[in-house]
């Protein structure tokens, strides 16, 4: 089934600990996103990856890495997790060579940390 | 600075008509977006328009005044399953989305 997934669905992490969060296309979109969700606020952009190969930072990139070994995966990582990192992350990617500027959302990973 | 603001919640009735409104300060404009969110679930995709005017898309349509910074959604004949929130977004002059926090949408019966 084409899309994007995401795992966990969920999380409890304590502080301190080192979490990856994982996202995966398989629609051949060469840009891929992470976004963090809070109450209140918009989708912030974390991180982005253009093609295979490069990243690069978003709205709110402290904290995170990202890595884009291949078109299809796009793990974020959080080193040392924090409380202020607890919110809901979403995947998504979009086919923006070919001129579709529609980004596709994964279900999310609601992540909290103590 | 780059804005977009819209209101944090509306509420209508069941058949009837409601308008959306978002307006807009950012860094170039390539696109703006409407995505419906339902709670717990991912944003999904409604409209796109670049050129000012009226697009219209079923119950749906979307309007753009790039003059004025201003966009509306107008859902028609509203049904309860349109409970959701309702996010504008603007395409800058980079390609990045910048997102307004939504508006969540209440259908009463």
């Known amino acids: 089934i084409a899309g994007i997934t995401q795992a966990p669905t969920s999380q409890i992490l304590a502080a301190g600990r080192r979490m990856t969060l994982r996202c995966t296309q398989d629609?051949?979109?060469?840009?891929m996103y992470w976004y963090r969700q809070d109450l209140g606020l918009g989708l912030r952009l974390i991180h982005y990856s253009n093609t295979a190969g490069t990243t690069g930072k978003g709205e709110v990139p402290d904290g995170y890495s990202v890595s884009r070994a291949n078109t299809d995966d796009f793990p974020l990582t959080l080193a040392s997790a924090v409380p202020s990192q607890t919110s809901v992350y979403f995947c998504?990617?979009?086919?923006?060579?070919?001129?579709?500027?529609?980004?596709?959302f994964g279900p999310g990973t609601r992540l909290t940390v103590l | 600075g780059q804005n977009i603001d819209q209101p944090t919640e509306m509420t209508a009735t069941e058949g009837a008509i409601v308008q959306i409104n978002c307006t807009y300060q950012t860094s170039g404009f390539n696109g703006l977006f409407w995505y419906q969110q339902h709670a717990g679930e991912a944003p999904t995709f409604l409209s796109y328009n670049v050129l000012d005017g009226l697009e219209e898309k079923g119950r749906f349509s979307s309007f753009l005044s790039r003059s004025k910074g201003y966009s509306y959604l107008l859902l028609k004949e509203l049904q309860m399953k349109d409970s959701a929130s309702y996010l504008c977004?603007?395409?800058?002059?980079?390609?990045?989305?910048?997102w307004g926090a939504g508006t969540k949408l209440i259908i009463k019966p």
């Open positions: 998504a990617s979009s086919d923006s060579l070919a001129g579709g500027h529609e980004q596709f």
């Open positions: 629609m051949r979109h060469n840009a």
């Open positions: 977004a603007v395409m800058d002059s980079n390609y990045q989305l910048i």
